[in-house]
């Protein structure tokens, strides 16, 4: 690294904060946490004694569990509140749910919330450093960071990628923080879905609209989908399921004009079947699992770092 | 307290005739009165130095949160903010608990403002409780002393009922105003839906759910052959559509508000819950055409929406803030720089906050003329000062202008001859 890059970040709300220095830098920290999972003994010091807070007010099994794993492999100290079991049910507002949890002197809370901007919100009201694990349909940095992480170790690159990422774009902050990220390094950032999954200006943050899944997938270097939702009942979006998947779903015949070596991901967890065929879920192309592995070292990397990257070593 | 009030050596600005000129205006025993030859004892006599004398402002869009949520205002408080911003009167609006729908609340709200800093002219539910589905007593609220009925925080859905209200409320010289939104369009969204939206991942509220129900308005206006007034307009859409209709001839009267001719969607920035408030801040060229509005004559009154809210509203997730931002107090400053921008000429924008709004409303006030109600304010454009958190007056501190620098300001409030703010060097 050169001299004079340092991270900066203390907390860490949103791809759209990071300059392309400091996604690659996070990339190479993970990298260099990724073999401490392959140990016998899965544990180094970093950051003993370290207090990180999971605090969820959405529920989540994969995210949660890979930011918990991630913490107690560095020797931290994990606690975890959800919505459910806390002083919500309560009437207590966020912020003084936050501000008590602040008085206990957390070094780290991690926040997924229903609501856009709420990591944001505590971010001016408590010390702690903040980590986003999903607000809303804003951004969910750290999948987009192991996405990223999944599709450089695979093709050496970002820069010059074609992306194709299929779905529900408008409600997924997923696609959002992986719109931004992709396109940040280089990459060329395709969308397809129903135009009632299509946000208004969307080029703005970096994707390109296709008129169909088999243009969005074509010469794709990585083809993403993701989850579709029940149907919402105050929004009517799609009229089916069935019907999504008939023409938006990823099956082998569309991967046919993918690129041969396409990677195929996903955030998961997946519904079988819509969004994406399970042989093309199970098939040799696809690195969903990889990201999975990847995202317990990227969550590593990024708890790590807003501590200042220090920690006893 | 003097019975006579002699200001001097001012700047008159009088919409109702025309006037814009040099000269002194005397006001006795709470009446404009003839300017007479010597100067009797008791009286208070002030050099304004050229200072703007223009009839007292009226604000005919302002929540006063009483009855029922007197922790964001009262009626004494929010008077007390209109006075500081140059206002003699404001027209209430009746989303209070329990809604104004009858002449009881009605009553109770005049009784409160007996002894307020400024006239508050309330306005009656167009339906009962709000709920949309009946009409509420005009007759007995025209007695009661409203001067208009709106459901104002939510439209009237059903547009036969909208239309009967207007049939209705002409009955009983009521002014129907309406609050335009389809709300199937606009639910859940927080901010307008665009670029910003999509940034920041909140629901939006594209600009056609405000235009579609100015258009119903408009044609019910047609239909009916009465009088319908568009509060708080925000949309280049609806600007457009009130300017075709006028041409026509429809009786459709309308208001937008400083923020929406100050401020864009860029303003939520972070999050900003002083940034959300319905209809939403929208583009540029919105904000362009509520300027245009303005100064073309499609848009006859500024008005503020002043609507205070506490922090338990506002200080959370954005999606769940309280729509709402104060106005009275930075009113008068922020509509001074149309004029300092070339939009609108100081007699236009007294016309717009003063006089037109006592036309629509039928009420005292808006002239200067003798023998009118002593309301008068006198305004320094050229002050300026910071708009501090600390300085406010309204119970409800949440106002997107917090320090901001800003120019021009009511030195004088005087309302029925009885001075309401004083803040003169």
Redesign the interface.
Known sequence: MKESYRFQHRHILGI?QFSPADIFYILDTANSFKEISNRPIKKVPTLRGKTIVNFFFEPSTRTRLSFEIAAKRMSADTFNISASTSSATKGE???DTAKNLQAMNPDIIIIR?S????P??LTRHIQSSIINAG?????HPSQALLDLMTVRERKGKIEGLKIAIVGDI?HS?VA?SDILGFSKLGAEVRVAGPATFM????D??GATVCDSVRDAVTDADVVMALRIQKERQ??PLIPSLREYSQFYGINSELLQYARPDALIMHPGPINRGVEMNPDVADGERSVILEQVTNGVAVRMALLYLVMGGEGNS | MESLIILQNGRLLDPSTGLDARGDLWLQDGLIAPVGNSIPDNSRVIDLDGKWIVPGLIDMHVHLREPGEEYKETIETGTKAAAVGGFTAVVCMPNTTPVNDNASVTRFILEQARNASARVYPAGAISKGSDGEGLAEYGELKEAGAVAVTDDGLPVFDSQLMRRAMEYAGSHNLLVISHSEEMALSRNGSMNEGIVSTRLGLRGIPAAAESIMVFREIALAELTGQRTHIAHVSTAASADLIRQAKARGVRVSAETTPHYFTLTEEAVAEYDTHAKMNPPLRTEADRQAMRQGLQDGTFDAITTDHAPHSVLEKEVEFDRAANGIIGLETSLSLSLQLVRDGVLDPLRLIEVMSTAPARILQVPGGTLVEGSPADVTVIDPDRKYVFTKDSIVSKGKNSPFIDWELQGKAVLTIMGGRVTHDDLP
């Open positions: 759209e507002t966020l912020i919330h609501s856009s901007g709420a944001a919100l607000d809303g349909t804003h951004e408008a902050r959002h946000p208004p200006h969307l703005m943050l105050d929004d």
